[in-house]
Structure formats: C-alpha cells, structure tokens
C-alpha cells in the first residue's frame, strides 16, 4: 500500500466517521503494513499507467505499488478491474 492510498482511506474515513476514527484506522493499518514512499520512480510509473489506462492517480499508485512488489492487487474498483491489462488482482467485489 502506498501512502498516497493511505491518504485517501483516511480522508474516506474522515469524511465518513471524523478525523479520530481516521486516525485510529492510520494506525491499526500501519501496524499492518509498510507504506510505501511516493518516489520519483513511482511517481513516473504512476503517471504513465494513467496515461494508459482510464483511472484516478490514486488507482495508478496502488496498481504501481502492486506491481513493484510484485504483488496481488486487492481491490473493488472497477476503473482497475475493467482496465485491459495483465497487472494481478483479485475481485473484492
């Protein structure tokens, strides 16, 4: 997970729930997992799968993310999931 898409789970959570339950969700999902920094290079490869694919930059962040580390995107998003291309994921739907 990126911390861009850590970012935006917490201003979903504020919006929804107040910025206490947000950051309580921050820091049970840190425990769980090690953010991953938004580097030039990520950046760049960001960049250029929305360039290539209809999506929000938050979607190309974690589909770059997913991909650097050579994991299974977890996801519902159906910008990611209807996107023709060959990255890994796995249908939360």
Known sequence: ?????????LYVVAHRAGMST???VLQD??????P???TPD???????LKAEHPMAFGDA???ATAQAHTAVL????????DAEADWA?????
């Open 42 to 48: 990520r950046v760049v490869q960001a960049a250029s």
């Open 61 to 63: 962040f974690a589909v």
């Open 22 to 24: 947000a950051m309580a």
């Open 29 to 34: 999902l840190r425990r769980r997992v090690t």
């Open 74 to 81: 977890l996801t519902g998003d159906p910008e990611i999931l």
């Open 89 to 93: 994921l796995e249908d939360l739907r």
């Open 1 to 9: 997970m990126s911390w861009i898409n850590l970012g935006e789970v």
């Open 36 to 38: 991953d920094e938004a």
